[in-house]
């Protein structure tokens, strides 16, 4: 079974700049959670979505946004960027029974300049 | 609110060597339990989870964890490292209310020759 892929890997953009990421989870996961991690704040979860629902958010302003499609695959969007959005972007795919139980993508490194 | 605590930024391991790495969490109730492991670059991939059950559980590569419920404890241990685990390594803790990981700060092993 295939695992959770992200695209693209590496990113790099503008400060003001708008981006879109995706994640396709694990075929048969309803479940995808995106993660922030930064040598200063290590993981920090931004969002879930279960069956086109987020079902929980993290503590991140409103430039950063998510969604996901019927096939559960799903994107998140950052708005005017900013140097400290400079980060690697997970994603995990779960079953959405047990959340818990995650599967992470190898990530999307973004750099703003 | 609930926390996890790997009290050790680093740890320094001589090949061929036993490893224990520390994990700490407060949570009222037993919670699912992972650890997680993270090569430079690359995505977190699942090394093993306690549930329910036994409580000392295998998992892939050679790890092993405990968990003590009187210690708030799931600590993780390898009789042997080899070089090839040098990498970082966090403890995660879910939590029912929110379907939410609660991560460690990680913990980085560093293997001498």
């Known amino acids: 079974k295939a695992g959770v892929t992200q695209t693209p890997r590496y990113l790099i953009k503008t400060r003001g700049q708008q981006v879109t990421l995706s994640c396709s989870p694990i075929s048969g996961h309803r479940s995808v959670s995106w993660y922030q991690q930064t040598p200063g704040q290590g993981l920090q979860f931004l969002f879930e979505y279960f069956s086109e629902t987020q079902r929980n958010k993290g503590n991140f302003p409103g430039r950063f946004s998510g969604r996901q499609f019927s096939n559960s695959r799903s994107e998140m969007n950052v708005s005017t960027l900013e140097l400290g959005d400079s980060a690697l972007y997970l994603c995990?795919?779960?079953?959405?029974?047990?959340?818990?139980?995650?599967?992470f993508g190898p990530g999307t490194r973004l750099t703003v300049t | 609110a609930q926390s996890v605590t790997q009290p050790d930024i680093h740890i320094t391991v001589s090949e061929g060597a036993s490893l224990e790495l520390r994990c700490n969490y407060s949570y009222g109730a037993t919670p699912y339990l992972f650890w997680y492991v993270q090569s430079p670059g690359q995505g977190l991939q699942l090394l093993l989870k306690?549930?329910?059950?036994d409580t000392l559980v295998q998992g892939i590569k050679g790890f092993e964890a405990e968990f003590k419920r009187s210690q708030s404890s799931f600590n993780l241990r390898k009789p042997s490292v080899h070089w090839s685990d040098a990498a970082e390594y966090f403890c995660?803790?879910?939590?029912?209310?929110?379907?939410?990981?609660?991560w460690g700060a990680g913990t980085k092993l560093i293997i001498k020759p």
């Open positions: 995990a795919s779960s079953f959405g029974d047990n959340p818990y139980e995650q599967y």
């Open positions: 306690y549930f329910s059950g």
């Open positions: 995660a803790v879910g939590q029912d209310s929110n379907y939410q990981l609660i």
